[in-house]
Structures are given as structure tokens and as C-alpha cells.
Nanobody, 120 residues
Framework: QVQLVESGGGLVQPGGSLRLSCTTS????????MGWYRQAPGKQRELVAV???????NYADSVKGRFTISRINSENMVYLQMKGLKPEDSAVYYC??????????????WGQGTQVTVSS
């Protein structure tokens, strides 16, 4: 089975920063597009950022200029550096791995989520 392990969530004041981390096995990580999604109470899960196995990135408009997704392939790690946090960023953040390149169709696995709360 595919497991993703997330960490880095917590409570932060508006304008503050957090870095989320996610790791999985090398065999999965090396062929996967990695991403971060978030879900707030009463809202749909939404894409935050994606980084492909080749390093290309894409961001939701709401986080452009504030969040940075990156990966260190040798460590099987993906990060989400969040700066200038706003209360509306509060959500459970989920790490994802999409094996579409290998499977030929969307094949997405999810971490268990880490809570980010932005409040004064």
C-alpha cells in the first residue's frame, strides 16, 4: 500500500509562516506528481499547489506569491512553505501523490491531513 506521512501543521498568527512536510517511499515518490490540498469546514477540498516529478509547479490563485511548493527527490520529501498566512488559509492540509504517469490514469493517494489554524 501507499503511505504518505505529513507534519508541520499548527497554530500561527496572521502574517506568520509555517512549513508543511510530506514523505512517502522512494518507489512512489520518484514517479509521482506531488501536491497539497486543503479542506475547511463546510467547504470542498481544493487544490493548493502541485509539483510534478520533473519539478514544474502550479498554484491556486489564492496562494500565489505566498506559498511555495518544493521537493527534494533524494530525501523523498515534498514541502509547502506558507508565508503571509491569513485566517482564510485555516484548513486541514492533505498531501497527495498522483501516479498517473505510471498508471495511465489518475491514481491519487492521500495523507491523513495536518491542521493549520491561522488566528490572533
Amino acid at each position: 500500500q501507499v503511505q504518505l506521512v505529513e507534519s508541520g501543521g499548527g497554530l500561527v498568527q496572521p502574517g506568520g509562516s509555517l512549513r508543511l512536510s510530506c514523505t512517502t517511499s522512494r518507489s512512489i515518490f520518484s514517479v509521482s506528481d506531488m501536491g497539497w490540498y486543503r479542506q475547511a469546514p463546510g467547504k470542498q477540498r481544493e487544490l493548493v499547489a502541485v509539483i510534478t516529478s520533473g519539478g514544474s509547479t502550479n498554484y491556486a490563485d489564492s496562494v500565489k506569491g505566498r506559498f511555495t511548493i518544493s521537493r527534494i527527490n533524494s530525501e523523498n520529501m515534498v514541502y509547502l512553505q506558507m508565508k503571509g498566512l491569513k485566517p482564510e488559509d485555516s484548513a486541514v492540509y492533505y498531501c497527495s501523490a498522483d501516479l498517473a504517469a505510471l498508471a495511465g490514469r489518475p491514481t491519487v493517494y492521500w495523507g491523513q491531513g495536518t491542521q493549520v489554524t491561522v488566528s490572533s
